[in-house]
């Protein structure tokens, strides 16, 4: 592995895609919260949106500003050769996100990014797996609400079980949030590709090694009445049982026989109907072009709550987790998902990867796998709680 030295590249973090939602918010934090000797720059396609963002930093002026679009693969291949760490908002990432993967995996620098899109996920294992590894970057998809407190909650929750036996883990995950004009085109984008998402994933089935002597499922839950949260369970489509399993697949603390079920957790039948019926027709409509064109009117890129809405806004995810004769319950729980606590979790992994002594990995890694006890600690010490609600 050819890691790089702390020194050798002008930046320790670069923030791309930093004057949209989520950026701005991310860039914000950053200038709130990282070290004072962070060496760290924002880039995106505009220098004047990026020169006013940088003086609305507090501590702007050592901020440095790159320009850099995700049409311009020349652009992208700088940024990377200019930083230890690029972090990435530019989505929806199966258009824009490719050649920035393949630029930092070529030039061993740490990637993350904020998709909770499967197929580019599995594109980005097929395509750019084997050459991160050989350069030593780490490429970490989902380092936002997707997928980090249910990564890391699910790793959190397997620790408090006994080692070396099957284990079943449970996750009921709570919202009450807006999303951004991002998200809705990411989500639209998605919907509108399921076959090629199919593909992507058979494609990763086939380069993935086999385990050969433990086994790993993770699956979105079927509807029922779940009796241990007290809630109706829903099965949650998203990208966050993947990447439970590939950090199952990673880490031998998961046991010989692990599995996990995601689910969305309602306390009320006719809300859980509804949301079903919501989510099929918004499903179903956006398979069209016209009615994709109007929903993705609805909200425009750049948009997103305000942040009176984002200060009402929650999560909670409960897990309940069971093996070797004991059962536990535990829970991970903050703000507004979406956003604030996106930018949270996204600046800190960022600087998690940049600065602390972290296991040993390269090539596409899960949260769980190439962060998990550091990460953790920082969230809980930037206002994530992450506890033990009871054990049997
Ligand atoms: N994991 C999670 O839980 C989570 C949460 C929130 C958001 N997200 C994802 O994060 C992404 C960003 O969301 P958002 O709400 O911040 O979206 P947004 O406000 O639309 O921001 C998108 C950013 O991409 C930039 N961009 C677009 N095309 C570009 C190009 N060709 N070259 C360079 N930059 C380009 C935009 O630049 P300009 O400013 O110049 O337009 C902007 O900075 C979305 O994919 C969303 O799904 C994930």
Known sequence: MGRMSGTDRPYDLVLFGATGFVGTLTARYLAAHAPRDLRWAVAGRDPGRLERLRESLPGGAD?????????????????????RVVATTVGPYV?????????????????????????????????????????????????????????????????QLPEGVPLTVDGYVSVDAAFSGGTLASALTQVARGRRMLAAARERARHEPRLPDRRVRAVAGAP?????????????????PQIVRRSA???????????????????????????????????????????????????????GPSEQKRARSWFTVRFVGEGGG???????????????????????????????????????????????????????????????????
Not at 253 to 272: M, Q, T
């Open 63 to 83: 901020v440095g500003v790159l320009r850099a679009d995700a049409a311009e693969p020349a652009t992208l291949r700088a940024l990377a050769e200019h930083a």
């Open 224 to 240: 029922r009445f779940a009796g241990e949260v007290g809630a109706w369970a829903l099965p949650l489509p998203t990208l966050d």
């Open 326 to 392: 004991r059962r536990v319950y535990t829970e991970v729980a903050g703000g507004d998902p979406g956003y604030d606590e996106t930018a949270k979790m996204f600046a800190e992994a960022a600087l998690c990867l940049a600065f602390d002594d972290l296991p040993p990995s390269a090539g596409q890694v899960t949260t769980a796998q190439a962060m998990g006890d550091a990460l953790t600690e920082r969230l809980c010490a930037a206002g994530i709680t992450f506890r033990v609600a009871a054990r049997r």
């Open 249 to 303: 697949r990673a880490l031998e603390r998961y046991g010989p026989d692990f599995r996990y079920r995601h689910h969305a957790a309602v306390r009320r039948l006719p809300v859980a109907l509804g949301g079903i019926a919501a989510v099929g027709a918004a499903a179903a409509a956006a398979q069209l072009p016209p009615a994709r064109r109007w929903l993705s009117d609805r909200l425009k890129p750049g948009d």
């Open 95 to 159: 258009r824009y996100g490719e050649d920035l993967v393949a630029a930092c995996a070529d030039t061993g620098a740490d990637y993350l990014d904020l998709t909770g899109e499967p197929e580019f996920v599995d594109l980005m294992y097929v395509r750019h797996d084997a050459r991160a590894r050989e350069t030593g970057a780490r490429l970490v998809h989902a380092c936002g609400f997707d997928s980090v407190p249910h990564d890391l909650g699910v790793y959190f929750t397997v620790r």
